[in-house]
Nanobody
Framework: VQLQASGGGLVLAGGSLRLSCAASGRAYGIYAVGWFRQAPGREREFASAIRLSGAGEYYADSVKGRFTIARDVAKNTVYLQMNSLRPEDTAVYYC??????????????????????WGQGTQVTVSS
């Protein structure tokens, strides 16, 4: 399975972007997809995740109420709708997949270790 992230760009504060994470190959073998972001000089951090069974959606406190994660099973794609963007949302955004159910244990859904498949990042820049 491969994951391809897209949809990043430059936007003014208060604006919106929608990121896409498209899966190719044996996409049915993915149990959860997460979005992580990494700003320059900072650790990669969790933003949001979704179980592809439809059993749960997860958000970091910093994005809750502004970001919405959704899946399109027919298109093998997970979206991250980002509204009310802030300069502090500026980062490279990565999508990741869990193909071995690590995210089913403890808080692994929030952790990079919960995911074994990573796509390339897409840059999001929010200007003030």
């Amino acid at each position: 399975v491969q994951l391809q992230a897209s949809g990043g760009g430059l936007v003014l504060a208060g604006g919106s972007l929608r990121l896409s994470c498209a899966a190719s190959g044996r996409a049915y073998g993915i149990y959860a997809v997460g979005w992580f972001r990494q700003a320059p000089g900072r650790e990669r951090e969790f933003a949001s995740a979704i179980r592809l069974s439809g059993a749960g959606e997860y958000y970091a406190d910093s994005v809750k109420g502004r970001f919405t994660i959704a899946r399109d099973v027919a298109k093998n794609t997970v979206y991250l709708q980002m509204n009310s963007l802030r300069p502090e949302d500026t980062a490279v955004y990565y999508c990741a997949g869990d193909s071995i159910r690590r995210t089913y244990y403890g808080d692994a859904v929030y952790d990079t270790d919960g995911y074994d498949i990573w796509g390339q990042g897409t840059q999001v820049t929010v200007s003030s």
